[in-house]
């Protein structure tokens, strides 16, 4: 954790004598939490931490440089090898872990209580990502190879369950999402250079004898393609015409802005060094914040989109 403000660095580290490499982060959107997913060697179970971010950074403030079992709330131990994914609901409830392909099990946590919810597998083919939506903490978004799943949890049951969106003749490769502010449209990059355009309505849980009304779907996708395949995604809203912009990042190390039509927009275009492998908006959303695989951070003014190199 690195101040934007005084620069000062604070590390999260485990007292338990066992070395975790780090897989996946997410913050919650109170920045109460932050949860680690981490991998290991063999066949131990794979990890999820939730730490206190708000106790942390006030031991930062305080001058101190690391934070151990102290802000470490709660071990997550279910996945076998890797936790792929995982995300907040956006109230700080819950918190969604995705297994690694030799897992590909979703589990649904109680982050006061650090117990499980419900589970269960993610998809026949291998899942990469998973995101909650961003208005309601009972429906989440999963996408992989050749899938992209709407799910719906019900906690009281409980149970969760899943509906495909109509993809068509579509087959893809998704390695990142974002879903849109107000939940309508869900934004999945491909390995093959295409942001794909979802729609995410879909019925509640039905019984299993009544067939679902109203599924998800393609709605389109970009037809220039990026190079080396969109790595991340984040949603934007225009604040002189009130639409959902796209910013997708190229395994290249383009960084570029799409209309609502997904077409490029030329002017709001940037290249930076590496593969372009998470893109952050600040609050106001009028500054990016890029990583990249050579692990530099990139800071983009929105307005002018010229990238500048903040750290490596």
């Known amino acids: 954790m690195r101040s934007v403000v005084s620069n000062k660095k604070h590390f999260f580290f485990d007292t338990g004598g066992i070395d975790r490499k780090v897989s996946c982060l997410a913050l919650s959107k109170d920045g109460r939490y932050l949860a680690t997913g981490h991998e290991t060697i063999g066949k131990k179970n794979a990890e999820a931490i939730i730490w206190d971010l708000k106790g942390a950074i006030e031991s930062c403030i305080g001058g101190h440089s690391s934070t151990g079992k102290n802000h470490r709330i709660h071990i997550l131990h279910q996945h076998?090898?890797?936790?792929q994914a995982l995300d907040f609901s956006f109230d700080g409830k819950y918190l969604v872990t995705l297994g690694g392909q030799d897992d590909n099990d979703l589990v649904v946590w109680d982050v006061i209580s650090g117990y499980s919810i419900c589970g269960s597998p993610a998809a026949a083919d291998t899942s990469h990502c998973v995101k909650w939506?961003?208005?309601?903490n009972d429906r989440f978004v999963t996408c992989g190879n050749y899938h992209f799943r709407v799910w719906q949890v019900c906690v009281s049951t409980p149970k969760m369950h899943a509906v495909d969106a109509s993809m068509g003749s579509m087959r893809r490769v998704m390695q990142c999402l974002s879903i849109s502010?107000?939940?309508s449209y869900g934004f999945a990059g491909s390995k093959t250079g295409e942001v794909l355009q979802f729609r995410l309505d879909r019925d509640d849980i039905k019984p299993f004898?009544?067939?679902?009304d109203l599924r998800p779907a393609l709605q389109g996708y970009n037809r220039d393609r990026f190079s080396k395949g969109v790595k991340s995604v984040a949603c934007v809203i225009n604040p002189t015409t009130g639409n959902t912009n796209v910013i997708a990042g190229a395994g290249d190390g383009t960084v570029q802005i799409l209309n609502p039509k997904l077409q490029l927009i030329p002017s709001h275009k940037a290249e930076l060094d590496g593969a372009t492998?998470?893109?952050c908006l600040s609050p106001g959303s009028k500054?990016?914040?890029v990583g990249t695989e050579f692990s530099q951070r990139?800071?983009?003014d929105i307005a002018t989109f010229t990238p500048e190199l903040r750290g490596n």
Do not use: A, C, F, M
């Open 209 to 212: 004898d009544e067939p679902d």
């Open 298 to 300: 990139y800071k983009i």
């Open 181 to 183: 502010e107000d939940d």
């Open 80 to 83: 076998h090898g890797k936790v």
């Open 287 to 289: 500054v990016l914040l």
């Open 277 to 279: 492998t998470s893109i």
């Open 133 to 136: 939506l961003n208005q309601r």
